[in-house]
Nanobody
């Protein structure tokens, strides 16, 4: 079974930066889109950013100009660089990846376990 392992969350002051990472735990055939969602307490999960296998990116309006998504296809890893963080960025962040495990499998969406990001002074 493929697992997505997230790292890099934590507590940061407003205006600070964090870098989230999400890596697939085993070798796989291919990954299409990868991205990040977040869910603040009492809110629905929302898309933060995503990136295609070719490197095209898409961002939520609330994070444009502050967050940057990137990926390393050789490492099956997606990153989220978060700068100029605000208290409203506080949430649990979930990565996802559209993965085809082997030639015998169809592409399926896999999710990370979620990682807490808290922006507070």
């Amino acid at each position: 079974q493929v697992q997505l392992v997230e790292s890099g969350g934590g507590l940061v002051q407003p205006g600070g930066s964090l870098r989230l990472s999400c890596a697939a735990s085993r070798s796989i055939l291919s990954i299409n889109d990868m991205g990040w969602y977040r869910q603040a307490s009492g809110n629905q999960r929302e898309l933060v950013a995503d990136i295609t296998s070719g490197g095209s990116t898409n961002y939520a309006d609330s994070v444009k100009g502050r967050f940057t998504i990137s990926r390393d296809n050789a490492k099956n890893t997606v990153y989220l660089q978060m700068n100029s963080l605000k208290p409203e960025d506080t949430a649990v962040y979930f990565c996802y990846a559209d993965i085809r495990r082997t030639v015998w499998d169809k592409t399926a969406k896999y999710w990370g376990q979620g990682i807490q990001v808290t922006v507070s002074s």
